[in-house]
């Protein structure tokens, strides 16, 4: 029987402490003297390159006999110096049976938890397809542990989503949220993410309100480089309101284009983000097909990032499907990474910057953007965390989609026991 490795746990581990790593074989019949591991970290080379700059990969990091601990099962101790990748090698008889990678993390990053989510979804109660709970239950499957649905006009949908699942299940969370329109005062397109309260209804229902709003905004802010005044006022009085009951305020895909032009100019984007009006940026979004929106977007970002100004970063799809039958093309591919405590947490994550937006072409492509620290953990745990997470997830969801409450259990405990084997803290 050829020899592979099954298992490696656990992959992420604390920094500048003494851990164990283990590995197991789908074979006992092996001689333990023949089995070598060797662990090389990536990014801060504890070994200094030969004087003829030439690497050999296989000489440069010595590999050593694990301990074989129980059956199928070897381990291997090591010191993983600082916060960074490393490669984990494993030989057999003088070939290389797996190559894979490990992660360590710094103190502050261990207590808190990786999160993949959706902050732009719509339902059947808008313009999209299934339901709230349909919907939901599909990006449980899909290996995400939140989502915020923001149906057009509508805040409702995301109470109902979130009364559901909530009865159902604490590993899943589901967001107040909405995406806030109004056309006849400006063309824009603003999620309000966790607010506790619909801006889209005082939009509709006190228009005298919004009104006297927008005039003391037109008479108290400066609007150097605007075009169109009154419009830029409506996004301001729409972010404070979002803010105001407790929200998060997100300007969703500025050059998303439709209509023969971009959702919103340049000029509009800078003076908005000069002076603070929004929270995040949906820098990777549902703009089109080519990636151009996208592009524009994170350009713009980079040229006021060195100007000094924060700009904090989401990845949202904007998906109005969830299955191939409708428009689902974004779905599962753009969607944000948060690092945070817990999921009421989150919210902070979104504007503390502690957020990565991801664009995923498939389970080995995709490109990470935000903190360099944070991107490149995200980047890590794409390719060796979540596409096994989601084995897991799907069975969960299924579970949820029966309301079987005994399968619901099961399922989180295998979940909760994969993600502990996974992280050795």
Request: aromatic share 14%.
């Amino acid at each position: 029987m050829e020899i592979n490795v099954t298992k490696v746990f656990p992959r992420v581990f604390l920094s500048n402490k003494l851990q164990t790593v283990y590995i197991k074989l789908n074979n006992c019949d092996i001689n333990n003297d023949l089995l070598e591991l060797k662990i090389q970290p990536m990014e801060k080379y504890s070994i200094p390159h030969t004087e003829i700059y030439r690497i050999d990969e296989e000489e440069r990091y010595a590999y050593k006999t694990p301990e074989n601990c129980r059956e199928n099962t070897f381990s291997l101790q090591y010191n993983f110096s600082s916060e960074q990748c490393y490669t984990l090698k494993v030989r057999y008889n003088g070939k290389i049976i797996l190559s894979t990678h490990l992660y360590s993390v710094d103190e502050d990053l261990s207590k808190l938890k990786p999160f993949k989510g959706d902050l732009h979804v719509h339902t059947c109660r808008s313009d999209g397809e299934g339901t709230p709970f349909e919907v939901s239950c599909n990006y449980r499957a899909s290996g995400y542990d939140f989502l915020a649905v923001t149906d057009h006009h509508k805040f409702s949908p995301s109470l109902e989503a979130k009364e559901q699942l909530s009865s159902l299940t604490d590993d899943f969370c589901v967001f107040r949220g909405e995406e806030v329109h109004n056309r006849d005062m400006g063309y824009f397109h603003i999620i309000n993410f966790n607010g506790k309260n619909s801006v889209n209804d005082t939009i509709e229902n006190d228009p005298e309100y919004v009104e006297a709003e927008i005039q003391k905004i037109l008479s108290s802010y400066n609007f150097e480089g605007v075009s169109d005044k009154k419009c830029a006022a409506f996004r301001i009085f729409v972010a404070n309101e979002i803010k105001k009951s407790g929200g998060v305020a997100i300007m969703a895909h500025p050059f998303w284009e439709a209509y023969g032009e971009y959702n919103m100019e340049a000029d509009d984007f800078i003076y908005h983000w000069k002076n603070g009006h929004f929270d995040a940026l949906e820098v990777i979004a549902g703009c089109d097909n080519y990636g151009n929106g996208n592009n524009l977007q994170e350009m713009l970002r980079t040229d006021l990032l060195e100007q000094g100004y924060k700009i904090p970063v989401v990845g949202s799809s904007d998906a109005h499907s969830t299955t191939k039958t409708g428009w689902c093309q974004f779905f599962n591919v753009q969607f944000t990474i948060a690092f945070a405590k817990d999921f009421e947490d989150i919210p902070n994550a979104v504007k503390q910057e502690r957020c990565v937006a991801v664009e995923r072409k498939d389970d080995r492509y995709f490109r990470a953007v935000g903190k360099y620290r944070y991107a490149k953990y995200a980047r890590f745990l794409m390719s060796e965390y979540f596409t096994r997470y989601q084995r897991f997830t799907s069975a969960h969801s299924e579970a949820l989609y029966s309301g079987d409450k005994q399968k619901i259990a099961q399922t989180e405990k295998a979940t909760a026991d994969f993600r502990q084997q996974f992280f050795a803290f």
